[in-house]
């Protein structure tokens, strides 16, 4: 892996902005003082009348971003993922959900990986906050190619959208030149026959490397990439499922209302044995991204831990 190109999705976020600030000036970007981390610093020196910091008062910048968007622009609201669904899940729920406004949310240094910033920074929650909120579209990219075709879906999209990125520089793995994003579809990216591996975000990634080792013992799965996890591709997870009669959901995520329950939803009335690989119902820690994903089992040596489980 040392030769494939790594970019943390919130860099491909920062600089998609500036790509669509390019083609259309009918949108805002809005920070809580943290630019640099979030990437937004990009589209703040590319357009300074078009950004907007309010300061470490995420809340209030749910509210700006709401009473922007009900003026007919769009505003992405930027900020961590801790602060965007956690400390501000009110704001966002009332003003920004209920009201079915255009304000798109920018959430970078989502999950485990956040590493060194510890248990409060890393947010695990967050998938299955957004995903209580009626009308939010939920979208976890898992690489820089999607990640930016993501931000453009966004734009596009009626309504609120939660974009869950990361701080961890990923490999990129889907070719600019022939992906296609389409909102609410899944992505078969490779086909099985005995197990079927559902990820999303870095978690994509893993179960793609998994599977190779699982190939090499036998096993033939099948790798889905669920970048919105709301409104889920059900169609696809029920197909899959029917065919390979195994399910394993893979994210970098609480087990606890997020992609696994999700999916779990969906195969209910078609059930076929399914198990979770996540964060359990535990906090983070302090300490190097790497390690923590390998701590958690969120890789793919994981991946195919939770495969073998299932299937013996």
């Known amino acids: 892996m040392a030769d494939v ?26 920070d809580a ?13 590319a357009y300074p009348d078009r950004f907007f910091d309010c300061g470490i008062a995420e809340q209030n910048l749910m509210g700006v971003a709401a009473g922007i968007a009900a003026t007919g622009r769009v505003a992405f609201a930027s900020t961590f993922a801790m602060f965007a669904a956690g400390r501000a899940f009110e704001q966002v729920r009332n003003s ?6 255009g304000v798109k949310i920018g959430a970078t240094h989502a999950g485990i990986s956040v590493g060194e910033d510890g248990a409060t920074h890393q947010c695990n929650e967050d998938i299955a906050l957004m995903r209580s909120i009626p009308g939010m579209t939920v979208v976890v990219p898992a690489d820089d190619v999607e990640a930016r075709a993501a931000v453009r879906a966004a734009y596009e999209t009626d309504g609120p959208v939660y974009l869950r990125l990361g701080r961890l520089a990923v490999p990129v793995f889907n070719d600019p030149a022939t992906y296609e994003f389409r909102l609410g579809k899944g992505v078969l990216l490779r086909e099985g026959t005995d ?8 978690m994509v990634q893993a179960a793609l490397e998994a599977a190779g080792t699982l190939a090499e013992r036998g096993v033939s799965a099948e790798v889905i ?4 996890v709301k409104p889920l591709d059900e ?3 029920r197909a899959s499922a029917a065919k390979t009669g195994r399910v394993v959901t893979c994210e970098e995520h609480s087990v606890i209302g997020g992609l696994g329950d ?12 399914v198990r979770k690989l996540g964060v359990r119902d535990v906090f983070g820690e302090s300490g ?14 994981g991946v195919v831990r939770e495969v073998e489980a299932l299937l013996a």
């Open 225 to 228: 990439n669920i970048h919105t």
């Open 262 to 273: 999700a999916v779990l939803s969906a195969l209910a009335e078609c059930p076929v044995p």
């Open 96 to 101: 920004i959900g209920y009201p079915h406004l």
């Open 288 to 301: 190097p991204a790497a390690d923590l994903l390998h701590k958690y089992g969120l890789d793919a040596e």
């Open 33 to 45: 003082d943290l630019a640099a981390a979030t990437q937004t610093g990009k589209f703040k020196a």
């Open 195 to 202: 197990v079927t591996i559902v990820a999303c975000g870095l």
């Open 235 to 237: 169609e696809l997870v």
């Open 5 to 30: 190109k790594k970019i943390a999705t919130r860099q491909s976020y920062g600089e998609a902005l500036v790509e669509l600030g390019a083609e259309h000036d009918d949108f805002v970007v809005l």
